[in-house]
């Protein structure tokens, strides 16, 4: 056929866990690449390889069981193998891949392909495990049977590779398009009568789905085009085909699995007895009611526990880097905007970019352990019937579990979910689990208002235990009101296969790894980095006070002097009783110590977020809140965290590193949180409504940052997943509106309270 | 006429009949649990719901809402 052309475009077709993946992979080695489609959140993969002079185009389409398609994700699969994508070549050769020990199921979707005027190729997977089983295959007669050609392979061990690729190029070659299934009489007949009412060009197997697929995705689209006159005419062919005997969509199930019984009775001989496999031993105890929830708590506690345990030393390695590198360009670089620029918008920037690697990775590897092994689904199967009260699936669970520990990694983990609308209720709702970069703000909060002295010992681990249960509460409340109201719809199909249990591979894990740092670091990370650079510039302009002198320059003159003096300083204090002049000096001293960290207050409140903050004061006030505490809920937009920083350097103690808060070791970042915590409680105290409900008021910031999003990395991940700026900024939204009421409720109630 | 929701663990049956809404049949279909079909009910999970059954070579889960859809001939000896 088209044998001018040196490159030959290659199509994967497959159910899920057919070890599809595994072949595009065996085939096409590092050259990969993803292709993204408008309107749809599926993404295909392709890869290159070249054989004999021959370049190979594969696309990877993503798994499924027919070509029913319900949804404008299905649809792509079927329109790039119609050749209906502008931007995608039609294939020239489908390679159907079925599972040799499922060959009854398999063939199903094989024989749907031989609809589409394609040359088609048959590649039969895992042949040990079928071997394994006592079933024996003849592949010539399979092949007859099917009228296409058959190649046995072992695609995680390269078995059979040589020869699929020969067959696909010699039936490229001979541009051999498969003679399609014979459907009743009474069904052909139909369908030419639709097609001729339809009058203009429609590939034949579009017509089979119009009558086939009630209320799909094609029937959606020629309605749409068409009028109500087309709907009328499906209903009417339907209830004719009824009425022959030929009942939609028995009709296609029954035609195709009589078919298939056929070859399959042809070509495979069963053991009289099925062998009992791995798989039912496995499954006997992982899916038992008792033993199976126990292994999957066990499954559950070693996941969370690497994630914390591993991940927190490479994040502080990583926080080291970028503290190391920020002061190497300190030193190097005279300071001015562009230093700044550097220093806190980029450096800092990237720093809390990658940041969040180690946890993605870590929680991708346990992924994609869990899911080529099987078990994903059965952690589904577990947990369905909780997640089903929220109106969500068991699918839902590990990536909502997971966002207990990041948003991030947490939203990414939900495209195991099919269903769109499941999915995406999941993706709003991940935010509202009480991730780690939470922690920070809540202890400093909790050490600073409810952990006094006098107060029961208990106090403060109730309130943490409080925030956490907020957001495990309110995400499955706003996930059942999701799922009510602009995510309602028809109930999707829940029931799901259990794949055969399989050892995992090492690289398909690296692979998956590697892919889900990739996709954050590049395409969430970009936004991430304009979003900290636009809040720096906002606190950092303008840098001059009324006189129009520098702050940056007066700042380093005083943490010159201050540094200068740092060893007289050190030798009055050790004096035990200081004379009168000493006390002076003692006191002009300490003062020229605290003046950079006095600018630096200053600074911050005259900027442009200051500004903006003072200005906004009164919409902080229901919540019991200043314009500080507005203005360094503002800047931390960019990730919860930075509030600490922050409230330092608004309160005059110089910038607070968050991971102090929580790290004990550090004596001389304890020393500085202590001293954050006294400048707030002192600043507090001095105005009349803080002063008073200084307690109140810690738990209406709290509240609102255990409910607010404000975390750029996750906006811009759910950006990347939906592919839409509208997902978000309506969650932004939602869970800011969520956050300020129940602030403001915590305050006015915690206000009556005191009295 | 019992249903795949009536099954306990171990029992087998025959598919009969299969109902619902078009896109549950038709999904319900392409997983190759057609009439006539012979089935097992291997695991319930630990809310009683959804059901664990294997057919042929293929383990499904589906809720008690949906098995109740499929109408079955329990088969005392297989």
Excluded at chain 1, 42 to 51: A, D, I, L, P, R
Excluded at chain 1, 141 to 166: C, D, E, H, M, Y
Excluded at chain 1, 279 to 295: I, N
Excluded at chain 1, 673 to 683: F, I, K, M, P
């Amino acid at each position: 056929m088209a044998m001018l052309t040196t490159t030959l475009t290659v199509a994967l077709v497959g159910n899920p866990n057919t070890g599809k993946s595994t072949l595009f992979n065996a085939l096409s080695g590092l050259r990969q690449r993803v292709g993204n489609y408008p309107g749809v959140t599926v993404e295909m993969k392709k890869g290159q390889f070249t054989s004999d002079g021959l370049t190979f185009e594969l696309v990877d389409l993503p798994g499924t069981y027919s070509l029913a398609a319900r949804s404008p994700d299905e649809m792509v699969a079927v329109d790039l193998l119609l050749g209906r994508r502008p931007e995608e070549p039609r294939p020239d050769v489908i390679v159907s891949i079925v599972d040799a020990t499922n060959l009854d199921r398999h063939l199903y979707l094989t024989s749907q392909l031989l609809d589409l005027g394609v040359p088609v190729v048959v590649a039969v997977n895992m042949i040990d495990a079928a071997a394994a089983q006592g079933l024996t295959i003849n592949y010539e007669k399979l092949s007859g049977a099917l009228g296409v050609p058959v190649v046995p392979i072992q695609a995680n061990n390269g078995t059979g590779l040589p020869q699929l690729i020969r067959t696909i190029r010699q039936t490229a070659e001979n541009g051999k398009i498969p003679q399609p299934l014979e459907f009743p009489v009474a069904f052909n007949e139909i369908i030419a009568h639709i097609t001729k009412e339809l009058s203009d060009q429609v590939p034949p197997v579009l017509v089979r789905r119009l009558l086939l697929d009630v209320g799909g995705y094609v029937e959606h689209e020629f309605v749409a085009e068409h009028g109500k006159r087309l709907q009328q005419l499906l209903t009417k062919a339907r209830e004719q085909l009824a009425a022959a005997n030929c009942p939609v969509p028995a009709i296609e199930a029954r035609t195709r699995f009589a078919w298939v019984r056929n070859a399959v009775a042809a070509a495979v001989t069963k053991p009289a007895q099925r062998p009992i496999t791995w798989t039912d031993r496995l499954d006997a105890v992982l899916t038992h009611r008792l033993w199976g929830t126990v292994a999957f708590l066990a499954v559950m506690f070693v996941m969370f526990q690497s994630i914390f345990l591993w991940a927190q030393p490479l994040m502080d390695q990583i926080d080291a880097a970028r503290e190391w590198l920020a002061q190497g360009v300190e030193d190097a670089m005279p300071p001015g905007p562009l230093r700044a620029l550097l220093v806190d918008g980029v450096i800092g920037g990237i720093g809390s970019v990658l940041v969040f690697l180690p946890q993605i990775l870590i929680l991708f590897a346990f992924i994609a352990i869990l899911e080529d092994c099987g078990y994903m689904a059965r952690a589904a199967f577990l947990m369905d019937r909780i997640m089903s009260r929220c109106g969500l699936s068991g699918k839902s669970f590990i990536p909502l579990l997971s966002s207990v520990a990041c948003a991030i990694p947490g939203i990414m983990a939900t495209r195991v979910i099919e269903n769109r609308r499941d999915r995406l209720a999941t993706i709003l709702v991940a935010p509202l689990m009480s991730c780690s970069a939470r922690l920070p703000v809540y202890v400093l909060l909790i050490g600073a208002f409810i952990a006094k002295p006098g107060s029961p010992a208990w106090l403060p681990g109730l309130v943490l235990f409080a925030m956490y249960l907020i957001g495990f509460t309110v995400a499955p409340l706003v996930a059942l009101a999701l799922k009510r109201t602009l995510l309602r719809g028809a109930p999707p199909v829940f029931v799901m296969e259990l794949p055969s249990y399989r050892r995992p591979k090492l690289t398909a894990i690296l692979r998956r790894m590697f892919e889900a740092g990739k996709a954050f670091v590049i395409r969430a990370g970009t936004i991430i980095l304009a979003a900290m650079i636009i809040v720096w510039a906002l606190l950092y302009f303008p840098y001059t006070d009324a006189n129009g002198e520098s702050y940056p320059e007066r700042i380093a003159q005083a943490e010159e002097a201050a540094s200068a003096n740092a060893d007289r300083l050190k030798e009055l204090h050790a004096i035990e009783q200081p004379t009168p002049e000493q006390q002076a000096e003692l006191a002009q001293l300490e003062e020229t110590a605290s003046l950079a960290d006095k600018l630096n207050g200053a600074w911050k409140r005259q900027s442009l977020l200051g500004r903006l903050g003072l200005w906004m004061e009164p919409v902080f006030e229901p919540l019991g809140w200043d314009w500080k505490i507005g203005v360094a809920a503002m800047a931390s937009f960019p990730a919860r965290e930075v509030i600490v920083g922050t409230f330092g350097l608004l309160y005059d103690v110089g910038d607070v590193d968050p991971g102090l808060v929580l790290d004990g070791s550090d004596e001389e970042g304890q020393a500085k949180v202590v001293s954050l915590t006294r400048a707030v409680q002192d600043e507090w105290a001095k105005d009349p409504i803080r002063g008073r409900y200084g307690v109140p008021v810690a738990l209406s910031i709290m509240v609102f940052f255990a409910l607010c999003c404000q975390c750029g990395a996750t906006l811009a991940v759910i950006q990347r997943e939906t592919r839409s700026w509208l997902w978000p900024a309506f969650t932004f939204v939602y869970m800011t509106t969520l956050a300020y009421l129940g602030a403001m409720l915590t305050f006015q109630i915690g206000r009556l309270m005191v009295g | 006429m019992p249903t795949l929701a009536d099954l306990v663990c171990g029992q087998h049956a025959e598919v009969l009949a299969i109902s619902g809404p078009p896109a549950f049949v038709q999904r319900i279909y392409e997983l190759g649990l057609l009439e006539g079909e012979r089935l097992e009910l291997i695991a319930v999970a630990p809310l009683g719901d959804p059901i664990e059954i294997r057919l042929g070579n293929s383990r499904l889960s589906l809720r008690r809402s949906e098995a109740a859809h499929i109408d079955v001939r329990i088969i005392h000896a297989p």
